[in-house]
T-cell receptor, first 113, second 113 residues
Framework: GEDVEQSLFLSVREGDSSVINCTYT??????LYWYKQEPGAGLQLLTY?????DMKQDQRLTVLLNKKDKHLSLRIADTQTGDSAIYFC?????????????FGSGTRLQVQP | DAGITQSPRYKITETGRQVTLMCHQT?????MFWYRQDLGHGLRLIYY???????DKGEVPDGYVVSRSKTENFPLTLESATRSQTSVYFC????????????FGSGTRLTVV
C-alpha cells in the first residue's frame, strides 16, 4: 500500500519562508494534496497539484513535485503566526478503485514572532 | 445546510458500550470515508464506501462496523467500545468519476472510559 512520510516539526520566525517536505511511494496518483489543521479543528484543503505538473503557485503557497524522486514540498512565503498549524501531505490510493487518501503523520509548523 | 456534517461533536462512552457516529453529506458524492486521527499516526482509514450498499475495509477496521443504505449517510458503529478507540474521527466524501476534491467533516472527539 501507499506510504507517506513527513518530518514531524518545523519552527520558523515570522516573515521567513517555511518548507514542508513529503515523500510517497505510489507513483500512480493523479493529484497530490496538502491539508492544514488548526488546533481543535478539522482538515482544510490548502492546495493540490496535478501529477503532470512540476510546480503550482497560489499566492503565498508554492507546491513543488518531483515525480522521479516521489517528493512533494510545500513552501509558505512570508510565514505568519496564523500559519501555525499541522500540515498534512495526502496521496490517493488508486488501487482497486479505493480512492481513499493516505496521509503522512503531519508536520507541526510553529511560527515564532 | 450544504456540506458534510458529523454528529455528535463530542462523545464520552464507557468500555463495552455500542456507539454510533453519524456522517451526512448533501452533495450526493459517491465516495465516503471514515478516518481516525491519533497523535503520531496522522489519519488512518477505517472504512470506505464507493456507493450505496458498497463498503470495504481500510487500514484499521477491527472493532468497527459501517453501513450505507443511502448515498448521503455513512454511519460508523463501534460495537463494543474499547479505550484504544479513544480518538478523533473524521468523515470525508468525494465525487466519483472526474472528481478530485475530498471534503472533511469537523470531526467527532470520542473518549472511551
Amino acid at each position: 500500500g501507499e506510504d507517506v512520510e513527513q518530518s514531524l516539526f518545523l519552527s520558523v520566525r515570522e516573515g521567513d519562508s517555511s518548507v514542508i517536505n513529503c515523500t510517497y511511494t505510489d507513483s500512480s496518483s493523479t493529484y497530490l494534496y496538502w491539508y492544514k489543521q488548526e488546533p481543535g479543528a478539522g482538515l482544510q484543503l490548502l492546495t493540490y497539484i496535478f501529477s503532470n505538473m512540476d510546480m503550482k503557485q497560489d499566492q503565498r503557497l508554492t507546491v513543488l513535485l518531483n515525480k522521479k524522486d516521489k517528493h512533494l514540498s510545500l513552501r509558505i512565503a512570508d510565514t505568519q503566526t496564523g500559519d501555525s498549524a499541522i500540515y498534512f501531505c495526502a496521496v490517493p490510493q488508486e488501487e482497486a478503485g479505493r480512492r481513499a487518501l493516505t496521509f503522512g503523520s503531519g508536520t507541526r509548523l510553529q511560527v515564532q514572532p | 445546510d450544504a456540506g458534510i456534517t458529523q454528529s455528535p461533536r463530542y462523545k464520552i462512552t464507557e468500555t463495552g458500550r455500542q456507539v454510533t457516529l453519524m456522517c451526512h453529506q448533501t452533495w450526493s458524492h459517491s465516495y465516503m470515508f471514515w478516518y481516525r486521527q491519533d497523535l503520531g499516526h496522522g489519519l488512518r482509514l477505517i472504512y470506505y464506501s464507493a456507493a450505496a450498499d458498497i463498503t470495504d475495509k481500510g487500514e484499521v477496521p477491527d472493532g468497527y462496523v459501517v453501513s450505507r443504505s443511502k448515498t448521503e449517510n455513512f454511519p460508523l458503529t463501534l460495537e463494543s467500545a474499547t479505550r484504544s478507540q479513544t480518538s478523533v474521527y473524521f468523515c470525508a466524501s468525494r465525487e466519483g468519476h472526474g472528481g478530485y476534491g475530498y471534503t472533511f467533516g469537523s470531526g467527532t472527539r470520542l473518549t472511551v472510559v
